[in-house]
């Protein structure tokens, strides 16, 4: 029977490094491991299929790491000026420096969708409002935009998500000229 403390010593140096590669906070990626560990504690016992014991973990790990970018995107309102955003030493530096060029791609009305909803402070409903259209067609809108943006992503980087969209791995293309 796999008990708590033989997954610790199996995995606790492995998570620990996958931690750290994505959230280059000591503190955090040891508060994020201890909460890896107590959902594993509290849920080995609904595991059904003990030999995908590896997979489950890691899933833990991915959600806990996704829980953590959306406190901290909650706490920290984004600003207009992306560009501050480089000198930023999580893994999606690289992503980073390619959005301002991707965003700059799209028509004008999905520029301004994307700029004022996802990078400044506004609501969609207030960006609705700000507009002057209904409000399933301002999430219409910012639909579309997110969709032609992620489409220019998709050219230029290989990007693996998790279940709700949150980038959780990438590389980018030798040609895409977001490498500098």
């Known amino acids: 029977m796999t008990t708590t403390e033989t997954i610790w010593k199996a995995f606790h140096a492995e998570l620990h490094n996958f931690i750290n590669k994505r959230i280059h906070d000591k503190e955090a990626s040891n508060d994020i491991l ?37 406190k901290q995107k909650n706490k920290v309102p984004l600003t207009e000026n992306i560009i501050e955003l480089e000198d930023e030493t999580d893994f999606s530096t690289e992503l980073v420096k390619c959005l301002k060029p991707m965003i700059d791609q799209l028509p004008d009305t999905y520029k301004e969708a994307i700029i004022e909803t996802e990078i400044g402070l506004l609501s969609q409903k207030a960006y609705a409002e700000k507009l002057g259209i ?47």
């Open 134 to 180: 209904s409000y399933s067609g301002a999430k219409s809108r910012i639909q579309r935009a997110r969709a032609q943006l992620q489409t220019l992503f998709n050219q230029c980087c290989a990007i693996e998500s998790d279940k709700y969209g949150n980038i959780i791995e990438h590389e980018c293309k030798t040609n895409c000229g977001c490498k500098s």
């Open 34 to 70: 201890q909460d890896v560990f107590i959902k594993i504690h509290l849920k080995l016992g609904t595991l059904s299929e003990k030999e995908k014991l590896s997979a489950w973990i890691y899933q833990i790990t991915r959600n806990c790491i996704t829980d953590y970018f959306r």
